[in-house]
């Protein structure tokens, strides 16, 4: 090198080393500030695990069966009461025929333990999480069978030690819902769901959205006025997606289980599995998913819940294969008109 040097000052190539060592300079600072740009991105950018955890967290609070704020069952071809509605008791003595009240408003605050934060193969850390929601659901009656569905619901994941993963996740719902009385109280559901997840309660910040039609058919199976058994099948198809990477296909069959033990106490349990396909990477995953909820009902208001869930996820691209169980309480109050 030093030989080179000297023979460049020899003949005249300094400014040429000079000009070479300048732009290699320049090259590697446009390496590095493209380095930093990316990790930056990377680290901003949405994964399927956020998805994930915002779908199954989501859950502990949603009905069991079916979108949320729709009718569950039908009687002679109208929605079913629940058997634990504040007026069963009017009903039973005094013979009243039960209004249907389209207009819902919930207010909720789980608070539930999970073992696997990030959602991760191995080395997974636990945390509690406190996931307050409020939501609004309006289900006109169009005709005797057929009900509209309108609703909002924001809620918002706070992890008690990974507060790096708190985030919120918005939901704006339009569609409709038809019963078939004739086919075994048959119901369909048609749905278009915006989605938008935020970095935790910051509700402007956002970093993912997806706009999907979700389909959705269950076939209930009545054993008592209190007790029913539902098979259903459902499609997510995400038509458009800010991020491509996270973006996918949900497809679901489930068998749930529903008791009134009491006017007051509910029990639920329900068994889902579904295959995600993605849109990018050739990923598909299966997911097995059990749940169960008991509800005990205060007041005509207010209802306290204990909630589990256990999910096992099993991808094609085996980094992505996971375990994780759910289990806490949440008390809501719920308004009807």
């Not at 719902?173 to 935020?198: K, M, S, V, W």
């Not at 069959?253 to 106490?265: N, P």
């Not at 869930?309 to 308004?335: E, P, Q, R, W």
Request: glycine share 8%; aromatic share 10%.
């Amino acid at each position: 090198m030093k030989f080179d040097t000297a023979k460049g000052k020899r003949t005249g190539g300094a400014a040429s080393l000079v000009k070479n060592r300048f732009n290699l300079l320049v090259a590697l600072i446009g390496a590095g500030m493209m380095s930093i740009l990316a990790a930056t991105s990377f680290a901003q950018g949405p994964s399927s695990q956020d998805v994930d955890r915002a779908q199954l967290l989501q859950g502990q609070t949603q009905p069991p069966f079916g979108p949320a704020g729709l009718p569950e069952g039908v009687e002679d071809g109208h929605a079913a009461s629940s058997p634990n509605d504040a007026d069963i008791g009017e009903q039973e003595i005094l013979k009243r025929a039960t209004q249907y009240q389209p207009l819902t408003l919930l207010l909720a605050s789980p608070i539930f333990y999970t073992s696997n934060v990030a959602l991760t193969r191995s080395g997974e850390k636990s945390d509690v999480v406190i996931a307050p929601t409020v939501g609004a659901y309006y289900d006109p009656q169009i005709t005797k069978t057929l009900y509209g569905h309108f609703g909002a619901r924001e809620q918002v994941f706070y992890y008690g030690d990974n507060t790096g993963f708190d985030f919120g996740s918005l939901d704006v719902e339009a569609g409709l819902n038809y019963f078939l009385p004739q086919f075994h109280n048959l119901i369909l559901r048609g749905e278009y769901d915006f989605n938008r997840l935020t970095f935790d309660d910051r509700l402007g910040d956002e970093f993912f959205s997806n706009h999907s039609l979700i389909f959705n058919a269950e076939l209930p199976f009545r054993f008592s006025r209190a007790q029913q058994l539902s098979v259903g099948a459902d499609a997510n198809i995400s038509v458009a997606a800010d991020h491509q990477s996270p973006r996918r296909n949900d497809y679901e069959g489930y068998v749930g289980y529903s008791a009134g033990l009491t006017r007051a106490l509910t029990i639920n349990a329900v068994g889902r599995v579904v295959v995600r396909d993605y849109h990018q990477n050739g990923r598909t995953d299966v997911s097995e998913i059990l749940s169960a909820t008991a509800s005990y009902r205060l007041t005509n208001w207010c209802s306290v819940s204990a909630i589990s869930s256990f999910a096992h996820n099993d991808s094609n691209k085996d980094v992505f294969d996971y375990d994780v169980a759910n289990v806490g309480g949440a008390i809501a109050l719920t308004a009807k008109f």
